[in-house]
């Protein structure tokens, strides 16, 4: 297994930037260890109405998002790239400690200064080659297919506050290749913003904060059993999102949207819950379909997804697990509007 993951890496990195590869799949191999308890935590510290903190840890996203188009200008591209990860890092080190609501959230919010990251990153990345930020996705879930069950069996045997400790030093490591990587960022301006990159992750919002939680409250899981359900969920994600780029935006936006709301037979049949890794396809699919260009036009379109998401937690946090049932319905609608429009709406 270990042999068929570093070929694979390794096929993926040829056609990408290596430094740009090393970096996402460190920030991947914190990211895929310690998001699906994520939820757990919050639920354990701060009860029944912990879906309200991924609508505090978003609305820090949005301003993130949009300092990291413009922080570039300040302190350079590579930089930028490097201290939002950095500033995650420390996060993630700080909610491992945190076991009062307050101090939980504001580790949480800082946990999500990556957002500061993402737009330079996407922006060098498309400087690079057109569907390069598809493929260097698929490279940062390749440890989804192993870092789920890694911090399952770090939770159940050390603690699940190990966990964020652990992925906080991966985090740290993660915007080091970065600062060497020699790029010449694409001049000129993307296309007017379109609504695809917002309105895509409402529906994967509304069930981000319920997916794992639904499967240990109300079927049993086990958080070991929960750490091999999302790794199948991400391996799913990690081959769409290479298949993606073998299609155009359009025809695979489609079917990504169709396949996720399949999602919604979760409630019966608990493993259907693994279509919520198609999540990790659908984004960098939104993203190549906004034709950005500039670490500008990147932190603009970051910002409306992230309202996007923003907008699905509300939901969530209003509907409760009934969101495990509107979202497909969202993502089913979503499809149509795509099939009727001739491009990326």
């Given at each position: 297994m270990s042999y068929f993951l570093f070929v694979l890496l390794l096929v993926l990195a040829v056609?990408?930037?290596?430094?740009?590869?090393?970096?996402?799949?460190?920030?991947?191999?914190?990211?895929?260890?310690?998001?699906?308890?994520?939820?757990i935590y919050l639920q354990k510290v701060l009860g029944d109405n912990f879906s309200f903190s991924f609508v505090i840890?978003?609305?820090?996203?949005?301003?993130?998002?949009?300092?990291?188009?413009?922080?570039?200008?300040?302190?350079?591209?590579?930089?930028?790239?490097?201290?939002?990860?950095?500033?995650?890092?420390?996060?993630?080190?700080l909610i491992r400690s945190s076991s009062a609501p307050i101090p939980l959230l504001l580790s949480g919010i800082l946990t999500y200064s990556f957002f500061v990251?993402?737009?330079?990153?996407?922006?060098?990345?498309?400087?690079?080659?057109?569907?390069?930020?598809?493929?260097?996705?698929?490279?940062?879930?390749?440890?989804?297919?192993?870092?789920?069950?890694?911090?399952?069996?770090?939770?159940?045997?050390?603690?699940?506050s190990a966990v964020f400790l652990i992925a906080s030093i991966i985090s740290f490591a993660s915007g080091i290749p970065v600062l060497?990587?020699?790029?010449?960022?694409?001049?000129?301006?993307?296309?007017?913003m379109k609504l695809l990159p917002f309105l895509s992750m409402i529906p994967i919002a509304m069930v981000f904060p319920y997916v794992y939680?639904?499967?240990?409250?109300?079927?049993?899981?086990?958080?070991?059993?929960?750490?091999?359900?999302?790794?199948?969920?991400?391996?799913?994600?990690?081959?769409?999102?290479?298949?993606?780029t073998k299609n155009t935006s359009r025809t695979a936006m489609?079917?990504?949207l169709i396949l996720f709301s399949f999602l919604g037979l979760e409630s019966e049949i608990p493993y259907f819950s693994i279509t919520f890794g198609l999540w990790?396809?659908?984004?960098?699919?939104?993203?190549?379909?906004?034709?950005?260009?500039?670490?500008?036009?990147?932190?603009?379109?970051?910002?409306?997804?992230?309202?996007?998401?923003?907008?699905?937690?509300?939901?969530?946090?209003?509907?409760?697990?009934?969101?495990?049932?509107?979202s497909p319905i969202i993502s089913i609608i979503l499809a149509l509007l795509v099939v009727k429009s001739r491009r990326l709406i």
């Amino acid at each position: 297994m270990s042999y068929f993951l570093f070929v694979l890496l390794l096929v993926l990195a040829v056609r990408v930037n290596l430094p740009i590869a090393s970096s996402w799949f460190l920030w991947g191999s914190s990211y895929y260890l310690y998001y699906p308890y994520l939820s757990i935590y919050l639920q354990k510290v701060l009860g029944d109405n912990f879906s309200f903190s991924f609508v505090i840890f978003t609305l820090a996203a949005i301003p993130f998002s949009l300092l990291g188009g413009i922080s570039h200008r300040l302190i350079g591209v590579k930089a930028s790239a490097f201290l939002g990860m950095f500033l995650s890092g420390i996060g993630l080190f700080l909610i491992r400690s945190s076991s009062a609501p307050i101090p939980l959230l504001l580790s949480g919010i800082l946990t999500y200064s990556f957002f500061v990251s993402l737009p330079n990153f996407y922006s060098m990345m498309s400087s690079l080659d057109s569907k390069c930020i598809a493929r260097v996705w698929s490279i940062s879930i390749i440890p989804s297919l192993f870092m789920p069950l890694v911090g399952g069996m770090i939770s159940q045997y050390l603690g699940i506050s190990a966990v964020f400790l652990i992925a906080s030093i991966i985090s740290f490591a993660s915007g080091i290749p970065v600062l060497l990587l020699r790029v010449t960022l694409r001049g000129g301006r993307g296309e007017s913003m379109k609504l695809l990159p917002f309105l895509s992750m409402i529906p994967i919002a509304m069930v981000f904060p319920y997916v794992y939680v639904y499967l240990r409250l109300n079927f049993g899981f086990s958080l070991e059993e929960i750490g091999l359900i999302s790794t199948v969920a991400e391996a799913i994600g990690m081959i769409s999102s290479f298949l993606s780029t073998k299609n155009t935006s359009r025809t695979a936006m489609i079917a990504l949207l169709i396949l996720f709301s399949f999602l919604g037979l979760e409630s019966e049949i608990p493993y259907f819950s693994i279509t919520f890794g198609l999540w990790e396809a659908i984004i960098p699919v939104s993203l190549e379909g906004s034709n950005s260009v500039t670490p500008q036009d990147f932190g603009k379109v970051n910002a409306a997804q992230q309202s996007g998401w923003l907008i699905g937690f509300v939901l969530s946090y209003l509907l409760g697990e009934k969101s495990l049932v509107f979202s497909p319905i969202i993502s089913i609608i979503l499809a149509l509007l795509v099939v009727k429009s001739r491009r990326l709406i």
